[in-house]
Each structure stands twice: as structure tokens, then as C-alpha cells.
């Protein structure tokens, strides 16, 4: 096999990739069909300023694999989107969609820009830009895009309605994550989170440890980071800091109270909390730390102070292999994001199910079947990584990868 030289996350994404298919025991054709993006789009988006001028910027769409169904995966908007770094997020959706068995394949996509430094018109006219970029490769039967970090459901609005302007009728399940009155679902603006608690409750229970009492450190405190704090707090555990871009905080009296304080405020710093750096959080010493906020967050550096039992991976790829090597050794328990995180996809997945058949489900028919469909995958991760004496990470990227392989097995090649 080829030697690896990439950005950091698709290093990371490809050096998993690798691992996993000398455990499967495939070969250098699987290697090379597994390792390769099937469609990478780059595309320039011009934008209109407030004042007038006209700025470029580039965006991205990846996808990374169709095998087993039409493309899925978010929309990023941040300064450090690149082609590789979309290339590698949308690797790991491929594997996470297999590993929950979604008849999904895998995508991303995004624009490099800071999207705070836009007004919310600017912010409009490049969603709608970037779109109608994209439009020859989306639709909801090819490619389905989602929010992500910098997006939210306010651009998949936009996003609904350009691509449904151009088909000349109103097609709802081209985005998922939607306002539920442009044809959302109930529970999606919470379900990474709520995934990611339910990730929290069995990775307590492998350890032995009560969650009544038990301690949690966020790193992260956006769209899955409140919501993980929300699902923690209501199994009883103790948040005992949160953090944004910005640094950490503790000593507030509920997750809710704190983000009250945000929304009104802008910022982590309510009344009687004590500041930290985002450094000095990953290192407290607590029973569960859920890095939910960018790649890399945990690397040779940072790993090395962690302190906690169980760490559950609300971001995506936030673990380096070097990082992965020391909580190893460690003895810490490590919820792999291709798991963790999986529960956005597949409401997301409701969602667009919802939409093609213009019938709606009850909030407790998604908390149900989301439970249902991700309490078993963490079964299935838990009793190979058992079998096979491997990590969860390896166990739950056997499980995608191998779902992949078989699918392109039985497709064949064509022509
Ligand atoms: P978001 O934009 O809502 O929130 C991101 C949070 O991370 C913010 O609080 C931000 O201040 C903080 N942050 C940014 N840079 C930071 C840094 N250097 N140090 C500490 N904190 C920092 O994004 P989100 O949707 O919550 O996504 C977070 C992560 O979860 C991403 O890796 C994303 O790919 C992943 N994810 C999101 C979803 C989803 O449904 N939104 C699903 C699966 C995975």
C-alpha cells in the first residue's frame, strides 16, 4: 500500500482506512476502491458584499462514495475548510452510515469562510451561491446535504429553496435538518446530542460506572455540545465544564442556565463561573470527556494530560492516531465519532424518509427508533471490538468498511 502523505484529518481518516482493511484481511484492489472519493467538486462562489464589493470563495462538495444509496453528509461553513479536509469528513460518513446500516453512502461539503463576519443577507446570498454551484450534483435521490458546523437550519431553508426554484416545485427532501414547517423532523436539532448521551449511558455501563453522580467535560458548546450536555444532565450526571472557541467554564448550575446565558450574552461567562483554556478542560480530571467541537482536538500534545475514563466523540475525526495510541495505553475507553455522533444522520435519515413519503412521525417515534437503531449498532461495535480483541474504533470501522467492501463485491464493476 501507498505511503500516506495529507492534510491531518484525511491522514487520520486514510491511516484508520488502512488498519481496518489489513484487519478484514482485504486487498490492495479493495484498498484502492475503498481509499478513493468517487465525485470531488471545487467550485468558486462569488458574493455580493453588503457595501458592494464582490469577494470569491471556495467551496466543496465530496462524494466519497454511492454504493449503497444516494450521498449524505453536511455543510460546512469555516475558515479552514479544504478539499482534503472535506474528502476525509466525508470518508467517515460513508463508514458511519454503513455501521448504522442507513442506505446511505457518504458526502460533505463546505465553503472556506468565516461565516461571523457575514450579515445574514450576505449569509443568504452564499448558501444560495453555493447551491446553485452544486445543484447538478444534489437532489434527493443523489446526494443529500445536511447542517454542520457554521450552518444551521436557517441555510438548509435556503438551501430547500433554491435547489426547489430551479425544479420549478418544492422538494423538501433534498436537505435534511430543515425548519419542521418546510418538512424537518421532530428531534433532529437534538439528535447528535441525544446520540451521543445514549453513547455516554453504554459506555458507563461497560465501565461499571453509575451515571447518577457521574461527571462529564464538553469541549464545544454548539449544536451537539448543548444538546450533549442536556442528554447527560438527564441521566443524572454532573456537567462539570463546557467550552467554546473562545476557552472553558465552570462552576455554572445547569447546561440550560448556561446557555440561557449565551443566547442573551454571547459568551460562557455567567455569573459566578470560573474561566479556563480549552487545554486545561481536556485535562479535568472527570468519568466522560466529549470533544464536540473541531478535528485534531486531541493530539500527541493534548492526549497525554487527559484524565477522564471514557471519552465520547461528539466532533468529528477529534482524535489523532497518535492521540488514539496514548488513551490505549491509558486503558481509556474511546467511543469512535463514526458511532458517537451518529445520531444527527440518522434523524436526518428519518427526516428524509418523512419527507418522501409526506407522513409525519411523533417526537417519541423518533426518540424510539433512534434508540433502537443505535443502541444496536453499539452492541454489534461492542461484542466484535470482544471477538476480535480490537478497540471500538477498529470494531465499528470493520463493521462500515466491511458493509462497503461487501456492497462493492456484489455490485461488481462496471463495465
Ligand atoms: P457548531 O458550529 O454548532 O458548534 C461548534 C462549537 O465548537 C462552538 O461552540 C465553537 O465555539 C466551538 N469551537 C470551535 N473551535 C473551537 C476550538 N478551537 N476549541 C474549542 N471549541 C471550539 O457545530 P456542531 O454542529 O455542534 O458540530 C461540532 C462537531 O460535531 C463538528 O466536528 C461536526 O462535524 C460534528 N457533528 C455535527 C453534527 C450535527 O448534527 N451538527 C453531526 C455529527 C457530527
Redesign the pocket.
Known amino acids: 500500500m501507498a505511503e500516506i502523505t495529507h492534510s491531518t484529518a484525511l491522514n487520520t481518516a486514510l491511516s484508520q482506512l488502512q488498519s481496518t482493511v489489513k484487519l478484514l484481511k482485504l486487498d490492495d484492489n479493495d484498498w484502492r476502491t475503498l481509499s478513493t472519493p468517487r465525485r470531488v467538486l471545487e467550485v468558486a462562489v462569488p458574493l455580493r458584499r453588503d457595501n458592494g464589493s464582490v469577494e470569491m470563495y471556495k467551496g466543496y462538495r465530496v462524494q466519497y462514495s454511492t454504493t449503497r444509496g444516494p450521498a449524505k453528509g ?1 455543510i ?1 461553513f469555516h475558515p479552514e475548510v479544504d478539499m482534503n479536509e472535506t474528502i476525509a ?1 466525508a470518508m467517515l460518513m460513508t463508514w458511519k452510515c454503513a455501521l448504522t446500516n442507513l442506505p446511505y453512502g457518504g458526502a460533505k461539503g463546505g465553503i472556506a469562510v468565516d461565516i461571523q463576519n457575514l450579515s445574514l443577507s450576505e449569509n443568504e446570498r452564499l448558501t444560495r451561491r453555493y447551491t446553485s454551484e452544486i445543484l447538478p450534483i444534489i437532489g434527493p435521490e443523489r446526494d443529500i446535504p ?5 450552518t ?1 437550519e436557517r441555510n438548509m431553508a435556503w438551501m430547500m429553496d433554491t435547489y426547489s426554484v430551479n425544479a420549478g416545485f418544492s422538494v423538501p427532501g433534498v436537505v435534511t ?1 430543515k425548519p419542521i414547517v418546510l418538512g424537518g423532523s421532530l428531534g433532529r436539532n437534538s ?2 446530542g441525544d446520540g451521543v448521551g445514549i453513547a455516554v449511558k453504554e459506555a458507563l455501563r461497560v465501565k461499571n460506572i453509575d451515571p447518577k453522580g457521574a461527571t462529564v467535560v464538553i ?7 448543548y444538546w450533549a450536555g442536556v442528554a447527560c444532565e438527564s441521566l443524572g450526571m454532573k456537567v462539570l465544564a463546557v ?4 476557552g472553558g467554564v465552570t462552576g455554572f448550575r445547569s447546561v440550560n442556565d448556561l446557555w440561557k446565558h449565551f443566547q442573551e450574552h454571547g459568551n460562557l461567562n455567567a455569573p459566578g463561573t470560573e474561566k479556563m483554556t ?1 487545554t486545561e478542560l481536556l485535562h479535568l480530571s472527570c468519568d466522560v470527556l466529549v470533544p ?4 485534531d ?1 486531541l493530539n500527541a500534545e493534548t492526549a497525554q494530560g487527559v484524565q477522564a475514563k471514557i471519552i465520547v466523540e ?5 482524535t489523532t492516531p497518535e492521540a488514539d495510541a496514548i488513551f490505549k495505553d491509558k486503558g481509556i475507553l474511546v467511543v469512535p ?1 463514526i458511532l458517537a ?5 440518522i434523524v436526518s435519515y428519518f427526516e428524509w424518509v418523512q419527507d418522501k413519503q409526506n407522513f409525519f412521525w411523533n417526537i417519541d417515534e423518533v426518540k424510539e427508533n433512534l434508540n433502537n437503531i443505535l443502541t444496536r449498532s453499539i452492541k454489534e461495535v461492542e461484542s466484535t471490538s470482544l471477538q476480535y480483541k480490537v478497540s471500538w474504533r477498529d470494531a465499528a470501522m470493520m463493521i462500515g468498511v466491511g458493509r462497503v467492501a461487501e456492497a462493492h463485491k456484489l455490485r461488481g464493476l462496471y463495465p
Open positions: 453536511g460546512r469528513l445536511a447542517p454542520d458546523v457554521g444551521d435538518g439528535a447528535t469541549q464545544g458548546f454548539g449544536k451537539v455540545g467550552s467554546d472557541v473562545h480549552n464536540a467541537a473541531l478535528s482536538a461528539g466532533a468529528n475525526a477529534p465519532d455522533n451518529a445520531g444527527g444522520v
